[in-house]
């Protein structure tokens, strides 16, 4: 049988007759009654057959390949507005593509299914451990881990932890231009204690468009630069030469005070390392819990006669 059934206006019926205008009178006293009931089944099959193909062109089937069909309604968004020749073409193509990758998948199918069977079993068993994996390491790793192992690691591998572009701490302060008292505004930031940062505190309240103080966390020299009305190259430069560093523009003063600051291929400090560092031991801690579940499952499982070992 072909593969591809194209239906379009042929259909059979049955009313006492095979199809239409052909009708055949069978006497049962002429033949032999074996005969007779072959006859009428193959009829009845037959009529049965034309009956289907009459149903499929009724549901507006255009085209049929390996036990799956094509409506007029799948296609009929690709034809709406074009005239008849194009609209014919487009369907026609249409039926050709479908038709294909079907036969396509049917072939491939054929020839690859077990490589393709085993492919997608070995996903699934992988995707299961992982997924089992996640939920032991979420309810039963430990998830501290304690400052001394932090500093132990960076002892032991701070030539690992090179910074990739400059970092600071410290203050900015920003003043419309004109500002009073900023000489001893720059005098208290000069040696920034409890004392002078209360009296910082205060003059910013009084006069500053803006302020950021990080004395206490560290900020990479990009991300100032948005903060600030000058380039890259100029920030490094005033980084190396100052600690306090002026800028202006047209109706502001930027007044910078750095307190601690690494350039790009030092080493990090330690609290900026932290957090790689936490990350690292974390990853180790991880591995070697697996390693150790994955043990206590085969061993229980040993115990248990699920794994059998035979004798080599």
């Not at 180790?284 to 499952?297: A, C, I, N, S």
Request: glycine share 4%; proline share 2%.
């Amino acid at each position: 049988m072909n593969k591809i059934l194209l239906h379009l206006s042929n259909h059979c019926t049955f009313a006492g007759s095979i199809c239409p205008n052909k009708a055949f009178l069978i006497g049962t006293n002429s033949m032999n009654r074996s005969v007779f009931y072959i006859l009428i089944a193959s009829i009845f099959l037959f009529c049965c057959g034309c009956e289907h193909i009459k149903q499929r062109h009724q549901a507006g089937v255009v085209a049929e390949v390996a036990g799956q069909t094509l409506t007029e309604e799948d296609i009929a968004h690709l034809t709406s507005g074009l005239n008849a020749e194009d609209s014919a073409r487009v369907a026609e193509q249409y039926i050709y593509d479908w038709a294909v990758s079907i036969l396509q998948y049917e072939e491939a199918s054929a020839e690859r299914q077990a490589r393709i069977e085993q492919m997608v079993s070995d996903y699934r068993r992988s995707l299961y451990r992982y997924e089992y994996e996640r939920a032991l390491v979420a309810r039963q790793m430990p998830k501290e881990v304690a400052d001394t192992l932090v500093e132990q690691f960076y002892a032991q591998h701070a030539q690992q932890f090179v910074l990739k572009e400059s970092i600071l701490k410290g203050v900015l302060i920003v003043l419309p231009e004109g500002t009073p008292k900023q000489d001893k505004l720059k005098k208290w930031l000069a040696s920034i204690d409890e004392e002078q940062m209360e009296q910082i505190e205060k003059y910013v309240y009084q006069y500053a468009t803006g302020y950021e103080l990080f004395t206490d966390s560290w900020k990479t020299a990009n991300q100032l630069l948005l903060r600030l009305p000058t380039d890259s190259r100029s920030l490094q430069q005033e980084m190396r030469r100052h600690s306090l560093i002026e800028l202006h523009d047209s109706t502001q003063v930027y007044i910078l005070q750095i307190t601690d600051k690494y350039f790009a291929g030092d080493i990090m400090p330690q609290d900026y390392a932290a957090s790689e560092i936490e990350r690292i031991i974390l990853n180790q801690r991880e591995l070697e819990f697996l390693q150790q579940k994955r043990h206590e499952l085969y061993n229980d499982a040993l115990k248990k006669k699920k794994i059998i070992r035979r004798n080599q």
